[in-house]
Structures are given as structure tokens and as C-alpha cells.
């Protein structure tokens, strides 16, 4: 039987089938489908939607903070065709995210969560985009599209356990180590180690959650993952036309930041690099430990005790809050 919340307007044949919903779903007649769209297209890229319950657009849910603006994107969605490339250039070109993420005490207190859009977005990246940023950086990210799922680095006995030993943890190798979070393979009970801040996937869930766990620091600091992108990356540094450390320093800022290091970053920096390099080169046990983790062959011409440091300061550059923070 028809449901009553669908106009009869919305009917193209009088045995409903699920094209006549998807035709509902789309209608003039429906802004729902737009809206709740629009809305997560906007916490995505502003950390919280104009209506921030964005799991609840019902009676329950908060009203949004810009009903006009909602109701503008929602419709220019709908009539530019359902461009999504299209909402979300005009998202992130727009004058309210453009703007610095800088506030004050007097902003902080007139409009705590940024509801107002006085300033632009600021919070913490989710691991799955820390990970894939950290490969990029690196050089190791591949970049396929599309392929079968993958099982990259992962602690010993997790599935083991979730599962009482019935279901074993089989790690690939080569590229697939290397591909986007998007194609690691995940187990309902038990998610990927390396993504510390998703859900159990129990049920949907529309509104991300950003804590700080110990698990982030956990992971951007030891993980192997994160050990061998900066492996990686300190040998692309090493590679590079810069031969100085300044120059060297100012590389990986590139590389990561896109910016060159400020004089007072180059002043804390520049002498923690040196004590790195005289620790590796009186331990040179320690280097080669360092230098030995993830499955990536590197350059054996490279003197360990240098690369070691510049693994350390690359590792230090990962975890920076510039490099953890959209801002």
C-alpha cells in the first residue's frame, strides 16, 4: 500500500516500486533529500552541520542555525542537477570558509561552537585522513582506484581474540600496504587499529565523534605505519636538492605544511636534530632498529645515523598539531 506521506504527485505507477520512491525522494515536492545532503556536505567541511543533529532532521533534533542558507544550498542543489562536485566547490570557495580559523576570548564566549561562522573551521582530522596524509607525505601512497579490500599493519591476536582464535588475521604486503584507509578491509566486531576514533559500525552513524583519546597519540607516534612514512619521507628529505639542515627542515615542512619553517621553529628544531644525529651515530644498533620497521626497502647508501635523526624529526613534523588539525 501507498504511504500517506507520499503525494500523489509522486506517482508514476500504480504498483509502487522502488523507482517511484527514489522519484519521491528527488521531487520538488520532497526537500528532505537535499537538505539532509547539503547538511553533511557542510559538516564535513565545517566540522558541524547547519542543523547539528545531522542524524535527526525530526521534531527531536535541534532547528538549524541558518535556516535560509540550509534552504538555499538544498535548492540550488536540486536544480544544478545534484552537481555534488558542483555544492561542494561552492562550500569550500565560499567567503565563510575562506576566513582565518584565528578567535579571541570574546569570541569564544559570544559563540563557543563557531554556530555564527565568525571564524573558519578548526578541529581535529580523522585518523583515516591522518593515515592516508602521512603516506601521501611520505611517497608511499598509492593511488589507485578501486580493487579489492586489503589487511595492512595491524598488532598481533586482535581478530584472534574478538573472534575466540576462529578468525585469523592475514597481513598483505607489497603496494597493498600502501593504499587508501578507504580500502582496508573491516571486520564489524573488531575495526582497523590504525582508525582509533570510528564507530563499531553496530549501527549507522551520520555524526562523527572527535575525542581525545589516548589511541591518537598511540598510533601517530608508533604505529608502524606512521614510523615508516616518516622513514619514507626522511629519505625523500635526504634525497632532495637541499643539503643544509635548514634546507632539509624547510623540505619536509614543504612536503607536509606546504609553508617553510618559522625562525623560531628552525631555533628548537635545528639543535634537536643534532643531538638526534650524535645519539644514532654513538648507537648505531638504535638507528638500524629504527630504520628496519615497515616492509618499504630503503636507501642503504644513506648514512644510518642521519636518516635515523631526520626519521625522528619527520616523525616529530607528523605529530605536529598543524599536521593533526584542519584549521
Known sequence: SQPSSIPQSAIRNPQLNRLDLAHFLTSPTNPLTARVTVNRYWQQFFGVGLVKTSE?????????????????????????????????????????????????????ERDPEDRLLERAPRFRLPSVILRDQALAASG?????????????YQPPGIWEEATFNEIKFV?????????????????????????????????CVVRPS????????LTTLNDPTFIEAARTMA???????????????AYAYKLLLCRPPTDKELSVLLPSLQSLTAHYTQD????????????????????????????????????????????
Open 56 to 108: 535527526d532532521f525530526g521534531l527531536q533534533g535541534e532547528p538549524p542555525s541558518n535556516q535560509p542558507l540550509l534552504d538555499y544550498l538544498a535548492v540550488d542543489f536540486r536544480t544544478h542537477n545534484w552537481d555534488v562536485k558542483r555544492i561542494q566547490r561552492l562550500l569550500v570557495t565560499s567567503a565563510a570558509y575562506r576566513q582565518s580559523s584565528k578567535t579571541s576570548a570574546e569570541l569564544q
Open 140 to 152: 608511499l601512497l598509492v593511488e589507485q582506484i578501486g580493487g579489492p579490500p586489503v589487511n595492512p
Open 171 to 203: 597481513q598483505d604486503h607489497g603496494p597493498s600496504l600502501y593504499r587508501r584507509g578507504l580500502y582496508t578491509f573491516w571486520r564489524r566486531i573488531v575495526g582497523p587499529t590504525e582508525f582509533f576514533d570510528s564507530s563499531s559500525r553496530s549501527n
Open 210 to 217: 572527535r575525542t581525545n583519546t589516548p589511541l591518537h597519540a
Open 235 to 249: 629519505q625523500r628529505v635526504l634525497e632532495s636538492p637541499a643539503t643544509t639542515p635548514s634546507d632539509r627542515i
Open 284 to 327: 648505531q644498533p638504535d638507528a638500524l632498529k629504527l630504520l628496519s620497521i615497515g616492509e618499504s626497502k630503503r636507501n642503504s647508501k644513506l648514512d644510518p645515523s642521519t636518516h635515523a635523526a631526520y626519521t625522528t624529526l619527520c616523525l616529530t613534523l607528523l605529530n605536529l598539531d598543524e599536521t593533526l588539525t584542519k584549521e
